[in-house]
């Protein structure tokens, strides 16, 4: 990867050396995706046995699988990855489990009480990547999360032919609709509907840039009423090492990350030229071992090495870029964490790849890309619920606030809001002169 020094670029140049890959940024990308959308909702099941067969290569007359094909796949795993799988599941389900709030009820004053409350979203749908590299654990950080919450409905989509192990990691997760279409189209499919794909009310997953797109594209759609989870694209990661860090990990973990797509990045930030130039050394060596070296090849030539003067300043370009995927292998990783303000998910230490969170520790691997992270946090239980405040007053609660509740409408000049009170109050009064009056 380039090298480049912080400390020595303009204004301008430290804007480009944080940009991402520029296979993002394609002038087509939206158009392309309208019209997927648009085919999708005017032809629907048809549109999307069309495009399976365009983009996937394969004829499908049945886009959900039926329980027959749901057992026969399941059948197919090999059991070393059930294991895996069960493992994997647990920490998951015991990390997620832990999200679970309670309900606020608090009484703000006498009279006056204000709930909190929480329900599921009743209509999910979740996106599960396939094509070169399926991706089973996404099945299990969406699918768990989503089940613990109590959502009703629980629709995965992922394109064909669907792997048997993302199956199998479904239905132990008691998913039991699996549909056969990905891409743009499948999320035009759960935003709108066809006669097979059920509407969904929250649109969940990863993707590539169709995907992401797609998933933007429907959200502000004013024909469809569908959520999405985040911005969640193409994967990235950063690593801030200083001198004291293992070359070869830290050359694995951008690796890791670069293998995902072409338009993957990595960055590396590091107070240690040395450590720099090993790093790229152990790149090379490791890139010849890998089944996808063509595809990290590609996502490390829109990646770079920033040089730093010490780990203040690594924390603060962290924070600049907001990657998806921090880790931090240093002497003290935890002196770092105290400074990172923007970040999916942060791994500490030596021994914390990306890939345990990826797939087994317990954390959400569902990420905000792009930045998003400055501001867009990782997926958790929250995100498959909803919710919505309570407040009940008595009436000595009104007649205690209700004087503050007109001053303030009558500033605004929102008489209705003030009438709606002042009327119950003066029905209060009557109410108590005529008690006064009969005693």
Same mark, same amino acid.
């Not at 992922?158 to 199998?168: G, K």
């Not at 300043?313 to 924070?319: G, K, R």
């Given at each position: 990867?380039d090298?480049?020094?912080?400390?020595?670029l303009?204004?301008?140049?430290?804007? !480009?050396? &944080?940009?991402?890959?520029?296979?993002?940024?394609?002038?087509?990308?939206?158009? %392309?995706?309208a019209?997927?959308?648009?085919? @999708? @909702?005017?032809?629907?099941d048809?549109?999307?046995?069309?495009?399976?067969?365009?983009?996937?290569?394969?004829?499908?007359?049945?886009?959900?699988?039926?329980? +027959?094909q749901?057992?026969?796949?399941?059948?197919?795993?090999?059991?070393e990855l059930?294991? *895996?799988?069960?493992?994997?599941?647990?920490?998951?389900?015991?990390f997620?489990?832990a999200?679970?709030?309670?309900?606020?009820?608090?009484?703000?004053?006498i009279g006056i009480?204000?709930?909190?409350?929480?329900?599921?979203?009743?209509?999910?749908g979740?996106?599960?990547?396939?094509?070169t590299?399926?991706?089973i654990?996404?099945?299990?950080?969406l699918?768990?999360?989503?089940k613990?919450?109590?959502?009703?409905?629980?629709?995965?989509v992922?394109?064909?032919?669907?792997?048997?192990?993302?199956?199998?990691a479904a239905?132990?997760c008691?998913?039991?609709?699996i549909?056969?279409?990905?891409?743009?189209?499948?999320?035009?499919?759960?935003?709108?509907?066809?006669?097979?794909?059920? =509407?969904?009310?929250?649109?969940?997953?990863?993707?590539?840039?169709?995907? %992401?797109?797609?998933?933007r594209?429907?959200?502000?759609?004013?024909?469809?009423?569908v959520?999405? !989870?985040?911005?969640?694209?193409?994967?990235?990661v &950063?690593?801030?090492?200083?001198?004291k860090?293992?070359?070869?990990?830290?050359?694995a973990? #951008?690796?890791?990350?670069?293998?995902?797509?072409?338009?993957s990045?990595?960055?590396?930030? %590091?107070?240690?030229i +040395?450590v720099?130039?090993?790093?790229n050394?152990?790149?090379? =060596?490791?890139?010849s071992e890998l089944s996808?070296?063509?595809?990290?090849?590609t996502?490390?030539?829109?990646?770079?090495?920033? #040089?730093?003067?010490?780990m203040? +300043?690594? *924390?603060?370009?962290?924070?600049l870029?907001g990657p998806?995927?921090?880790?931090?292998?240093t002497?003290?990783?935890?002196?770092?964490?105290?400074?990172?303000r923007?970040?999916?998910?942060?791994?500490?230490?030596?021994?914390?790849?990306?890939?345990?969170?990826?797939y087994?520790?317990?954390t959400n691997?569902? &990420?905000?890309?792009?930045?998003?992270?400055k501001?867009?946090?990782?997926?958790?239980l929250?995100?498959?619920?909803?919710?919505?405040?309570? =407040?009940?007053?008595?009436?000595?609660?009104l007649a205690?606030?209700?004087?503050?509740v007109?001053t303030?409408?009558a500033?605004?000049q929102?008489d209705?809001?003030?009438?709606?009170? *002042?009327l119950r #109050?003066a029905?209060l009064n009557i109410?108590?002169?005529?008690?006064?009056? *009969?005693?």
């Open positions: 990867m090298i480049l020094n912080w400390q020595t303009t204004a301008t140049a430290k804007q !480009d050396a &944080l940009a991402r890959s520029p296979l993002i940024g394609d002038s087509n990308l939206e158009q %392309t995706v019209n997927i959308i648009d085919e @999708v @909702v005017t032809d629907g048809n549109a999307l046995r069309n495009f399976a067969k365009q983009f996937d290569g394969v004829n499908i007359e049945n886009l959900k699988l039926s329980k +027959e749901i057992a026969q796949a399941c059948q197919a795993v090999p059991a059930k294991q *895996a799988i069960a493992q994997a599941r647990a920490n998951i389900d015991s997620h489990q999200q679970v709030s309670s309900p606020v009820d608090v009484e703000t004053q009480r204000c709930e909190l409350r929480s329900e599921p979203i009743e209509k999910v979740l996106y599960i990547p396939g094509g590299a399926p991706l654990s996404t099945v299990l950080m699918a768990l999360p989503a613990i919450a109590g959502c009703s409905k629980r629709i995965l992922s394109p064909p032919p669907i792997n048997n192990a993302i199956v199998y239905d132990a008691g998913i039991t609709e549909y056969q279409v990905g891409g743009a189209q499948a999320i035009a499919a759960l935003a709108f509907g066809t006669d097979s794909v059920p =509407q969904v009310d929250k649109i969940f997953g990863p993707g590539n840039r169709f995907v %992401t797109e797609a998933k594209a429907v959200s502000q759609d004013s024909r469809a009423t959520s999405i !989870d985040m911005p969640a694209g193409p994967s990235e &950063l690593v801030i090492a200083d001198a860090a293992n070359a070869s990990f830290v050359a973990d #951008l690796l890791s990350q670069a293998e995902h797509g072409p338009d990045q990595v960055m590396l930030v %590091t107070d240690s +040395e720099a130039n090993k790093v050394q152990a790149l090379e =060596q490791q890139l996808r070296a063509e595809v990290a090849t996502a490390l030539s829109c990646s770079r090495t920033l #040089l730093v003067n010490d203040t +300043e690594a *924390a603060q370009v962290s924070n870029y998806e995927h921090l880790i931090i292998q002497e003290q990783p935890r002196a770092v964490l105290a400074n990172i923007a970040a999916g998910s942060v791994f500490l230490g030596a021994y914390t790849p990306e890939s345990v969170g990826d087994a520790s317990g691997h569902v &990420l905000p890309t792009y930045g998003y992270s501001t867009v946090s990782s997926l958790s929250a995100d498959f619920s909803r919710r919505f405040t309570v =407040q009940e007053l008595t009436a000595d609660g205690s606030i209700g004087n503050a007109m303030l409408a500033a605004e929102l209705a809001h003030k009438n709606a009170v *002042a #109050l029905s109410a108590n002169n005529d008690t006064s009056e *009969a005693s």
